[in-house]
């Protein structure tokens, strides 16, 4: 029972924070939302950093595991990361454009324990993009080890965007394009085929 409620509080937690950023969700309205008293709530969380860092482990956990889902039904890399980028797209569309700075900003900690991790990331990307060479999707002369590192840190690139991302663009629709351009920018002939034919389906 204890592990339904903290997982019901994950989720509306982390729904709160992408739609009107971190810092502007107390802790009482967190609490509120899920119909809990305050002190219920930090007797699941120390405090709104470890809440936090609990959603962040939640979400990309369940990336994963819509990943491995995606590689098995997928015939080649590229299929792979266009439909893991759009899993990571629909999660995230909505995300307001504070969710980015104010993790860094008041919670740099939180921020800081998934540098460790994109070490691994970076590693299985490359064997991806390598798989994607060998079957004539990625350019040959492509550095899948510069790529991989670019790919496995790509939402970071949202840190930075604060000048362009304006009330005109968000910072979902830059990081589209910037996807949408980068991917383009690394596929073969045969690769390009396979990115139209997914966007004119996605788009249809």
Partial sequence: MA??????????????????????????YIASQVGISKRTLYELFKDKDQLLLECLTWNRREIERMS???AQKVDNALAFLLEVFMIQWKR???????????????????????????????????????????EG??????????VAQLLSTKFDILFSLDEICT?????????EMIFKTFIRGIATAKGLEIIDRYFAEVES
């Fill in 137 to 146: 999707v990625i350019l040959k002369d492509c550095r899948c080890d510069i």
């Fill in 68 to 70: 491995l889902e995606v």
């Fill in 92 to 134: 995230m569309r909505n995300v307001n454009r504070n969710y980015f700075s104010d993790l860094k900003r008041y919670h740099p900690q939180v921020s800081r324990m998934f540098d460790d991790e994109r070490v691994s990331q970076a590693e299985s990307m490359r064997h991806i993009l390598e798989q994607g060479q060998a």
């Fill in 167 to 175: 009330v005109e663009f968000t910072f979902m629709e830059t990081f």
């Fill in 3 to 28: 592990s339904d409620l903290k997982q019901r509080v994950i989720e509306t937690a982390f729904a709160l924070f992408l739609r009107h950023g971190i810092k502007s969700i107390t802790m009482d």
